[in-house]
């Protein structure tokens, strides 16, 4: 294709920006369709989660585009789980070893600002606000527009619809080709509250944690902003008991907090009023077998594999789209022809094994965390790192510490899980495992990790 081509880029989110940012510095003109209006400078609903857990995927993307010093001063370290116990107790988990294994807590709205600025400052790219993507014709070329009352037909060379879990693109795209599309969602909602700063505008608990108050079928998790206050995030079933149908009024949402969250509520004095002004959010998976129309269309991000959030990946996995797509692009020397059929091709299978990590995740944070065998198996998982490093690595360490693709981690953190049953099997202290066992079954069944994988969230 040359270069001069017209890409067009449905949706301003995360994914379209930072793929508007990277084609950009590539020299395509790009124009960016975005059904919001522009939330730099305005109140405007900036979508879903008010701040994201970014990981060595999403630092990878972007040091790639060049952001990664503008990025840094919106990050606030997160170096482990803080679990906060029934009993009131709390217990710092932490997520890595090395001390830069940490993640990182991110405005989605201040994110999403940077790269859109950046994305217009490179002059090869614009935004257009207010238009919504309603259609496309794949054979035509062309997709339809509304904005103001009034619609428009506008023909493209390369279309990525990057418009996120109810992509209209993709549901044209599933009326023009089979491309399996799934989606499946939780019977657990989310909603979001806060914990305000203190008075003196700092952190009311441990700033650099991502806190939980696990409570076995349902949770509250709360992530730092940079004006010291927190994004709570409720998790729970929408029916049943408990659940959000029965927390109905004022009263209700008090006494479930009070009976499950003390030292929470005592946090959020305004806990009644935000829970009813804010939205009850649903939860889903999306899988598509096939991403493409032929050599002129691509789904990205949220758009062709949305994930429950429990792994904090969804936006890190978006950003690898992007990052992958570059390195396509450059392997087959921009032939769009080439990368557009062979991107989903070889990318589903690591959307998909994110996707089964992340549900599973959400079982580990609730519940699993509560079981001392975890805590066990986890600190066998760290000395078996220490000693075997291009081995073993904890599969939390793969997905988020490390650009090890998806689909890897998945299996090898299955190997790994069943090693690590048989070498805890009788024990309930880290220094009682047979390491000479652990080193057989580890030169047995883990071959060495390709070098290339290995990653630094170190900033
Ligand atoms: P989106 O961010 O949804 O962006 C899509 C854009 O397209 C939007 O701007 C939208 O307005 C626009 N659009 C939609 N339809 C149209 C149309 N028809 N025409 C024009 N424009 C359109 N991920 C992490 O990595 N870490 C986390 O900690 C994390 N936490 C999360 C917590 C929650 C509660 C949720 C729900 C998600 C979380 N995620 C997290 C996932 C993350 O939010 C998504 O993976 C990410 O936003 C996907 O980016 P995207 O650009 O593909 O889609």
Redesign the pocket.
Known sequence: MNKKENITI???????SLLAVLLGKRGYPVTV????ADMRGQDVDS???IN??MSER?LFAMRQAGLLEEVHKLLIPMTGRMLHLEDGTQVLSPYGQRPDEKIYSVSRELLNSLMMSTAEDSQNVAIEFE???ESVDFDRKEITLSRDGSTEVRSYGILIG???????VRSSLAKAADIGFESDFLDHD?KELEIPPASDGTHQVHREALHIWPRGGFMVIALPNLDGSFTV?LFLARKGSPSFEQLDDAESVKTFFNENFPSAVKLMPELADDFFDNPQ?L?GTVRCKKWNYEDSALLL???SH?IV?FH?????A?FEDCTLLMAMLEEYQENWSKVIPEFGRARSPDANAIAEMALENYVTMRDSVLDPKFHLKKEVGFKLELEFPDRFIPRYSMVMFHNIPYDLAYRRGATQDELLNQLVENCDDVEQVDMELARQLILEKLDEIDPVYMGSTAL
């Open positions: 449905a949706g301003a989110g995360l994914v379209g369709i975005e059904r919001r979508g879903r989660s994201l857990a999403g238009t919504k993507l990057a418009d996120g879990a109810g992509s209209k989310y995030t959010g939860l991000g949220d758009a949305a959030p904090g990946q969804g936006m890190n978006g």
